[in-house]
């Protein structure tokens, strides 16, 4: 829906708004995250497979993407030559899922967006994909598959999560599964077939959308499974789980897959609180934390009626941009702080933080969300530095130290 509001004004103003977000000068955008196939935010219903019993994945094909989200992705490799993706489906092909519909549950008032029965509900607890091993050899091949067609469009995929958040049956594209049953998808099916093809892209759990950490731990525990999983994700409910698992896997990959959306207000109280979850997220291991819509119309809807937040928006009927008060807070962190910088540890608090780039620059965010102006001082390295920092305000410190 991003690439469709970018498409309703002029090819200068499309490319001044692609600069913005992944422009070296900007906010320089280095991984982003993308759908396999529909998302809750897609223009519709669709897999990269639809027919049925497709185990050998004949009629596989990306086509459907190269009308909208690889334009979307090759507008922003020709300003960010070595962005990185990491992928996963909402969905699988609606004929793998045990209810052979996309969505997992109804609506439960006004419109009816998504033509599910009453009875095709899925339940929380189980798992909707059909454990069936015709099935999950097809859809193992179809993943092996995916990274193969996008590398072939020039389009690298960095690392592969199995599902976007599996414990929930939701009224758009989507699965859950047992986290006995997608860890063994994994350690007896898309792990060997990865390894046997030759797929480099990485294999994280989740995006895991709970903040029960036993649901993680039963894949990190999987002799068979963990010697694939390169890292885990977190979102939502997640950010519950995310301190445990760093505390008891301190050198496993984590990262924040998709921050919480809001409600279409697009104003300081939303970007106040997306500071307090990419603090949290930050402080307890994560090494990436991505926003979900960077793009939306002045609308900010889904197909399916939920209002959310975008860093971006764009009136379709006057072509207004709009940068609302979330692009500049990403900004104040991916525009200062590089690819390969370490955290460092601070003081208590949730008003900054901390890092070291890798040229040895000390990089320090800070907010007062105070409605009067406020000096902090920082000390490092026995060197003290003052900063007045102005009411209801985002900084960045870049200091030099000797």
């Not at 898309?190 to 759990?205: C, M, Q, V, W």
């Not at 207000?265 to 970007?271: F, R, Y």
């Not at 500049?328 to 901390?354: C, F, I, Q, T």
């Not at 390295?381 to 900063?387: A, G, I, P």
Request: negative net charge; contains cysteine.
């Amino acid at each position: 829906m991003g690439w469709d509001a970018l498409m309703t004004i002029s090819q200068q103003e499309r490319e001044k708004v692609i600069y913005n977000l992944f422009g070296q000068e900007q906010s320089n955008y280095t991984y982003c995250r993308m759908p396999i196939g529909a998302s809750d935010y897609g223009l519709g219903f669709y897999s990269l497979n639809d027919v049925a019993d497709d185990y050998d994945m004949v009629n596989f094909n990306i086509h459907r993407d190269r009308y909208i989200l690889i334009p979307y992705i090759k507008a922003a490799q020709k300003v960010q030559p070595g962005l990185k993706m990491f992928a996963s489906p909402w969905s699988p092909p609606a004929w793998m899922k045990s209810n052979n519909h996309y969505a997992s549950h109804k609506h439960k008032e006004g419109k009816d967006y998504n033509g599910m029965a009453e009875e095709k509900i899925l339940e929380v607890s189980t798992t909707a994909f059909r454990m069936e091993r015709g099935i999950l050899n097809a859809y193992a091949l179809y993943f092996t598959k995916f990274v193969q067609a996008y590398e072939k469009e020039g389009i690298k995929i960095d690392a592969i999560y199995a599902q976007n958040e599996p414990c929930s049956p939701q009224v758009f594209p989507s699965c859950n599964w047992r986290a006995e049953d997608l860890t063994f998808f994994i350690g007896e099916f898309l792990g060997p077939k990865f390894e046997r093809e030759g797929i480099t892209s990485d294999i994280y759990f989740g995006t895991i959308n709970t903040r029960d950490v036993n649901y993680t731990k039963t894949c990190l525990e999987n002799e068979k499974a963990s010697k694939y999983i390169k890292g885990v994700g977190f979102q939502w409910d997640g950010k519950g789980a995310i301190q445990a698992i760093h505390q008891e896997y301190p050198f496993l990959k984590l990262m924040q897959t998709e921050s919480e959306c809001g409600n279409g207000a697009n104003d300081w109280n939303s970007a106040e609180y997306t500071w307090g979850l990419i603090n949290h997220y930050m402080k307890n291991g994560a090494n990436v934390y991505a926003y979900w819509n960077m793009i939306l119309d002045e609308t900010g809807s889904s197909m399916w009626g939920w209002v959310q937040n975008s860093l971006i928006s764009i009136n379709k009927t006057t072509g207004t941009v709009t940068y609302n008060p979330e692009y500049y807070l990403m900004k104040h962190l991916s525009h200062y702080v590089y690819p390969g910088a370490y955290r460092l540890e601070s003081s208590d608090g949730d008003n900054h933080l901390a890092f070291v780039n890798p040229d040895g620059k000390i990089i320090v965010v800070l907010v007062n969300k105070e409605n009067t102006s406020n000096t902090l001082n920082i000390s490092i390295k026995d060197q003290v530095f003052s900063m007045e920092m102005k009411a209801k305000s985002f900084n960045t410190l870049c200091i030099d130290v000797k």
